[in-house]
């Protein structure tokens, strides 16, 4: 089973910029696509982006454009770069290793307007 650890969550003002990663443990992950979701308050788990073994990245519309998803496949680490952040881009953040149950703990990203 593959543990999951994501950071680099936290408040920011609408405009501002923050970078997560989720570094993956127990398995290398370099064969396997990787996901970013998240879930605001009251809200059901909803896909932001993922990235194929071959790096080809998939984004939500919302995000297309301000978000990046990319991988360290030496670091075992997936990031989420987002950029021109909203309000309604709060929720916690989940990384999830595709096709597996392995999910993890999440980390809160919070806009301010």
């Known amino acids: 089973q593959v543990q999951l650890v994501e950071s680099g969550g936290g408040l920011v003002q609408a405009g501002d910029s923050l970078r997560l990663s989720c570094a993956a443990s127990?398995?290398?992950?370099?064969?396997?696509?990787m996901g970013w979701f998240r879930q605001a308050p009251g809200k059901e788990r909803a896909f932001v982006a993922s990235i194929t073994p071959g790096s080809m990245a998939y984004y939500a519309d919302s995000v297309k454009g301000r978000f990046t998803i990319s991988r360290d496949d030496v670091k075992n680490t997936v990031y989420l770069q987002m950029n021109s952040l909203k309000p309604e881009d709060t929720a916690v953040y989940y990384c999830?290793?595709?096709?597996?149950?392995?999910w993890g703990q999440g980390t809160q990203v919070t806009v301010s307007s």
């Open positions: 999830h290793l595709v096709g597996s149950t392995s």
């Open positions: 127990g398995r290398t992950f370099s064969s396997y696509a």
